[in-house]
């Protein structure tokens, strides 16, 4: 998770003087390097050892050492500044043709900073994991985990057993996994252990599960402990948004890529076993054009 979710985090989940800060620091992101520490107690009606506790809260010593590492993130996301907004790629004054645009660009723009935070030697790492693994396990909450019933049912195609925990059950899910078996865990912020389904990393670790982590860049709980991760485009806000434009398509792209390089692996028999499945289980599917045919 980067610091401009972990500090809307803050915003929400805390509320005393730390709230204020947090607010201030994203309503003023940008101009927030020409400010001391006095400046930011002055404008926030709190006070210097305050806006240090703030800083203490995202682990850093002081304010100091906060705002070289923010500095560097804004300096980050600049490269987007042409981009369309993820969070509010639309306005209440935009026609159904601008929308239908901007929405177009979202997705492409969201897929190719996916792509760019790919690294190949994880990427690897995780096709290893799903090909050795005698069940793949997805672990998630809403709405991400759909993307994973997707992903499963094409693991299904090739012959791979793969299952979704379910809520309510998602404990004795991890603890019946063994080592060899892989676990995919899929979450933007990785950063809450309370969740049902991160609380099981300890438990998936114990097991030596093998642990495919998807989620934001940036540092989160999710990211220390998985035995690999894949990035995803991280340029949505936590609550401040539309919707989940930019995660989802980016969770969807990875799952692909993943699906897609696993059945690389042995293509000719995964071909072989997904056409003889689709016959069986899709049988009586009528085409309306006669390229659907074959």
């Known amino acids: ?150 992903f499963r049912r094409k693991l299904l195609t090739i012959g791979k057993e793969a299952a979704i925990a379910k809520s309510g059950e998602v404990g004795v899910t991890a603890y019946g996994q063994t080592s060899s078996d892989c676990a995919i865990i899929i979450s933007y912020a990785g950063n809450n252990e309370t969740l049902e389904y991160l609380k099981q990393i300890k438990t998936l670790k114990e097991q030596k599960v093998p642990i495919i982590g998807i989620t934001s860049g940036g540092n989160n709980y999710l990211r220390q402990h998985a035995d690999c991760v894949l990035t995803i485009s991280s340029r949505e806000h936590l609550y401040t948004k539309i919707s989940n434009f930019s995660t989802e398509e980016s969770i969807h792209y990875v799952l692909n890529v993943l699906f897609s390089c696993c059945f690389n692996r042995d293509y000719e028999a995964n071909y072989v076993h997904k056409v003889r499945t689709s016959k069986v289980l899709e049988y009586g599917r009528k085409a309306c054009l006669k390229e659907m045919l074959d």
């Open 1 to 150: 998770m980067y610091l401009i979710q972990r500090i809307e985090e803050i915003a929400m989940l805390y509320k005393d003087a730390r709230h204020t800060v947090a607010e201030y620091v994203l309503q003023e992101q940008k101009n927030l390097h020409t400010y001391k520490i006095q400046d930011i107690a002055e404008a926030t009606f709190t006070s210097k050892a305050t806006v240090t506790r703030f800083a203490k809260t995202l682990g850093y010593q002081g304010w100091k050492d906060f705002i070289h590492d923010f500095v560097s993130e804004m300096r980050h996301q600049e490269k987007y500044d042409n981009a369309v907004d993820v969070n509010f790629p639309f306005s209440e004054k935009d026609s159904m043709k601008t929308i239908l645009t901007k929405i177009k660009k979202v997705q492409i723009e969201s897929i190719e900073d996916t792509e760019n935070q790919l690294d190949l030697n994880m990427l690897g790492r995780a096709v290893n994991y799903i090909i050795r693994a005698k069940k793949v396990v997805i672990y998630g909450a809403s709405p991400n985990i759909y993307l994973g019933e997707l």
